[in-house]
């Protein structure tokens, strides 16, 4: 069994910073590429950043220059440290996981944590 669980989501108030983590543990093989997206109500799932098991990452344009994606290697953890924060940025953060399992790569996803931006 494979769990990807985030944490640190809160109340952060506008221009302030929050870090979040995320760690997939189970029979896991190897971790391509970890990732958050987020769901705003209303809104549909979208990418945040994304970061391959060689450090590649990738960000929404949304959020470039104020997010910083990362990850351990060894643990399979992912981190994002979220800077500058923006009252669009409230939103439910879900962690993912492309991993290979059992000869099969799969995509794995926490259950997600609240991240709200409120003056």
């Known amino acids: 069994q494979v769990h990807v669980v985030e944490s640190g989501g809160g109340l952060v108030q506008p221009g302030g910073s929050l870090r979040l983590s995320c760690a997939s543990s189970?029979?896991?093989?190897?971790?391509?590429?970890m990732g958050w997206y987020r769901q705003a109500p209303g809104n549909q799932r979208e990418l945040v950043a994304t970061?391959?098991?060689?450090?590649?990452?990738n960000y929404a344009n949304s959020v470039r220059g104020r997010f910083i994606v990362s990850r351990d290697n060894a643990d399979n953890t992912v981190y994002l440290q979220m800077n500058s924060l923006k009252l669009e940025d409230t939103a439910v953060y879900y962690c993912?996981?492309?991993?290979?399992?059992?000869?099969?790569?799969?995509?794995?996803w926490g259950q997600g944590t609240q991240v709200t931006v409120s003056s």
């Open positions: 970061i391959t098991e060689t450090g590649l990452t």
């Open positions: 189970g029979n896991i093989d190897s971790v391509y590429r």
């Open positions: 993912q996981a492309t991993a290979l399992v059992g000869g099969k790569v799969h995509d794995y």
